[in-house]
C-alpha cells in the first residue's frame, strides 16, 4: 500500500477497509505492514494532510493507526483528527514518542498508554498492537454491525504467545461487554444528578425531558427552588459526546452557583453573574480537547412572575402566548470556557396567565425548528400544531419524537427540554 498517490488511495476507500494508517508523510513501518498482512486484514496508508479527503467516508473504516512521529507541530491538526474518528466511534491506536504536550484521547487507546515508537518499532510489541487492534474493530463491530474479518494462521511469534488468537478474541469481547456496562452505569450516576422533583404549584406547572443519545450525555438541566419567592432553571449542553461530554456536565452542575452565603443571610445571583462566573471557571479549568459548552439560565420571581434570562451561545427560549405564534426570545452571549473576560447579556420578561416558556438543547432542533438560509427562524409544523397543548403534551410530543426520528446514526444527538405553563 505505499507510494500510492492520494488519489489512489481515496480510491481506495470505496469498500470496507478494516485499518486506517496515517502519518506525516514516512511509510508504514515494515513490521506493522507485515501484521497487517498476516492477519489477512486490509489497510489504506495516508498522509494526515488528506484526512479532510476521505472525512465523509470513515464509515468504511473499522480503526485507525496514527504514527505521530515527527508531528510535534500538527498537534492541533492531530487533535481534531482524533475527534473526527472518535465521532464516527472509529478506535484509535496512537503511536508516538512522548511529546511535551501529548493529545488526550477517550477512544479505547488512549494517548497516555500509547505505544513509543522508534524507527525500528523495538520499543513495542507487535502482539500488544494486534490486541488494541482487534480490540478496536471488535468494538466497532459490536457497535456498528461491521463483520470483523477472520484471521489468518498465527505467526511463529504469536506461537510463542501463552494465549492463543480465540482467547484474546474472547477477553475483547469481554472488555467490550465491561465498557458498555461500565457506561450504562455511568449514564444511572449521571441521572442521579438530574432533579428528582419539580417545583410545580397551583400557578406554575413543569414539564421536562432528558433523552442521552448514548448511555451518558452532554445535556444537564436542573430546576431549583432558590428560595420562596425564587426558582432558579437551565439547561447546559456540552460540545461534543460520550464520556468526556458527560464528565464534562457533572462539573456545570457544580460550578453553576445560583446564590451565595452571607453572613447576614443570602444574595441571588442575577442571570448574567451566574453566567460570567461558570464561565470564568470553565475557562481556568483549561479543560483538554476543545471542550466547551452553551447555556441558557433564567430566574422567576414566584409572586411576580416576572423572569429574567441569559445565554450563552444557547438556543434561544421560546415564549407560547394564547392566540399568538410562538416566538424566540433573543439576548447575546458566547460559548462558555472560550474567553475568560466574556460578557454575558440578560433580558426580562412579564409572564401572564396562560404563557408557556421552552428551554431546549439544539438536539431537538428537528423538533422545534431551525434556520433556513435568509429567511430566518422558522418553527416545524408539528411544533405549531402542539404549540396550543399543555406542556405536558408539548414534552411528550417531544419524546416520541426522539424515539422515533429517523436520522443517520452519526446525527443522533441528546436532546433535552424544560417547560413552564402559567396558570
Not at 474518528?85 to 496512537?94: A, H, P, T
Not at 450516576?189 to 432533579?195: G, H, I, K, N
Not at 394564547?322 to 472560550?338: K, T
Request: aromatic share 8%; proline share 4%.
Amino acid at each position: 500500500m505505499i507510494g500510492l498517490d492520494t488519489a489512489d488511495r481515496v480510491e481506495l476507500l470505496k469498500s470496507f477497509t478494516d485499518v486506517l494508517y496515517m502519518s506525516s508523510g514516512t511509510q508504514m513501518p515494515p513490521e506493522l505492514r507485515r501484521l497487517l498482512k498476516s492477519k489477512k486484514l486490509s489497510f489504506v496508508a495516508l498522509e494526515i494532510e488528506n484526512f479532510l479527503q476521505i472525512r465523509d467516508r470513515l464509515d468504511l473504516v473499522g480503526t485507525a493507526v496514527i504514527d505521530a512521529e515527527g508531528m510535534d507541530t500538527q498537534q492541533q491538526q492531530l487533535a481534531h483528527v482524533i475527534e473526527s474518528l472518535e465521532s464516527e466511534k472509529i478506535g484509535v491506536v496512537l503511536l508516538t514518542n512522548r511529546m511535551d504536550m501529548p493529545v488526550k484521547s477517550f477512544s479505547l487507546a488512549p494517548s497516555k498508554s500509547s505505544f513509543s515508537m522508534t524507527n525500528t518499532m523495538e520499543s513495542f510489541s507487535v502482539d500488544d498492537l494486534w490486541v488494541r487492534i482487534s480490540m478496536n474493530l471488535a468494538y466497532r463491530k459490536k457497535s456498528d454491525g461491521i463483520m470483523v474479518k477472520p484471521p489468518g494462521q498465527p505467526s511463529r511469534m504469536l506461537k510463542l504467545h501463552k494465549n492463543n488468537l480465540a482467547e484474546q478474541l474472547h477477553m475483547t469481547e469481554a472488555l467490550v461487554d465491561n465498557l458498555a456496562e461500565q457506561l450504562r452505569l455511568a449514564g444511572l450516576v449521571q441521572q442521579d444528578f438530574l432533579p428528582t422533583q419539580l417545583p410545580n404549584t397551583e400557578t406554575i406547572k413543569w414539564a421536562t425531558v432528558f433523552e442521552p443519545a448514548e448511555w451518558v450525555s452532554g445535556d444537564i438541566y436542573d430546576v431549583l427552588r432558590i428560595d420562596e419567592r425564587h426558582i432558579g432553571f437551565y439547561i447546559a449542553d456540552v460540545v461534543g459526546h460520550g464520556m468526556p461530554a458527560a464528565l464534562l456536565t457533572i462539573f456545570v452542575k457544580q460550578a453553576l452557583v445560583m446564590r451565595q452565603t452571607l453572613d447576614s443571610g443570602y444574595s441571588i445571583f442575577r442571570p448574567a453573574e451566574v453566567m460570567k462566573n461558570l464561565n470564568v471557571r470553565m475557562a481556568a479549568q483549561k479543560l483538554s480537547g476543545y471542550q466547551f459548552a452553551t447555556c441558557c439560565y433564567c430566574l422567576l420571581n414566584t409572586e411576580t412572575l416576572r423572569l429574567t434570562y441569559c445565554r450563552a451561545g444557547h438556543p434561544y427560549p421560546i415564549l407560547i402566548r394564547p392566540g399568538r405564534q410562538p416566538e424566540q426570545l433573543e439576548a447575546r452571549g458566547s460559548l462558555l470556557g472560550v474567553f475568560a473576560e466574556a460578557e454575558f447579556i440578560e433580558r426580562s420578561i412579564q409572564l401572564e396567565q396562560g404563557d408557556k416558556l421552552i428551554l431546549y438543547s439544539d438536539g431537538a432542533d428537528r423538533f422545534i425548528g431551525g434556520y433556513d438560509g435568509g429567511a430566518g427562524f422558522s418553527f416545524s409544523e408539528k411544533f405549531l400544531e402542539l404549540s396550543s397543548s399543555s406542556v405536558v403534551e408539548i414534552m411528550h410530543g417531544l419524546t416520541e419524537f426522539a424515539h422515533n426520528q429517523t436520522v443517520d446514526v452519526s446525527e443522533v444527538d441528546d436532546i433535552t427540554s424544560i417547560a413552564l405553563e402559567i396558570h
